[in-house]
Nanobody, 123 residues
Framework: QVQLVESGGGLVQAGGSLRLSCAVS????????MGWFRQAPGKEREFVST????????YYADSVKGRFTIIRDNAKNTVYLQMNNLKSEDTAVYYC????????????????WGQGTQVTVSS
């Protein structure tokens, strides 16, 4: 069983920054890449970004391109999401997850999920 633990969420003003972390308990051949999703109240889970463990290839949703950066630390089995210039529409619960595909943008392509961390951006 693979466990993912997110942290780093919180309350921030519009224009501010946050860095989310996702620690993975162990890596196997199934953990080819990691992704971040978010879900706002009453909305479907939305793809944010993904990165491969080996090469560090990245892919972003258009809504966050240029503002968010996904980074991985192989030694720590941790993936980060650096979020800059935050907007009120970024408010959501953010989830990290594992996948065997790249770029995987649909939740169904991901196997293991973290519990989520709340990000609230005040305007």
């Amino acid at each position: 069983q693979v466990q993912l633990v997110e942290s780093g969420g919180g309350l921030v003003q519009a224009g501010g920054s946050l860095r989310l972390s996702c620690a993975v308990s162990r890596r196997t051949f199934t953990l080819y890449a990691m992704g971040w999703f978010r879900q706002a109240p009453g909305k479907e889970r939305e793809f944010v970004s993904t990165i491969t463990w080996s090469s560090g290839h990245t892919y972003y949703a258009d809504s966050v391109k240029g503002r968010f950066t996904i980074i991985r630390d192989n030694a720590k089995n941790t993936v980060y999401l650096q979020m800059n210039n935050l907007k009120s529409e970024d408010t959501a619960v953010y989830y990290c997850a594992t996948t065997t595909a790249f770029p995987a943008t649909r939740p169904a392509q991901y196997a293991y999920w973290g519990q989520g961390t709340q990000v609230t951006v005040s305007s």
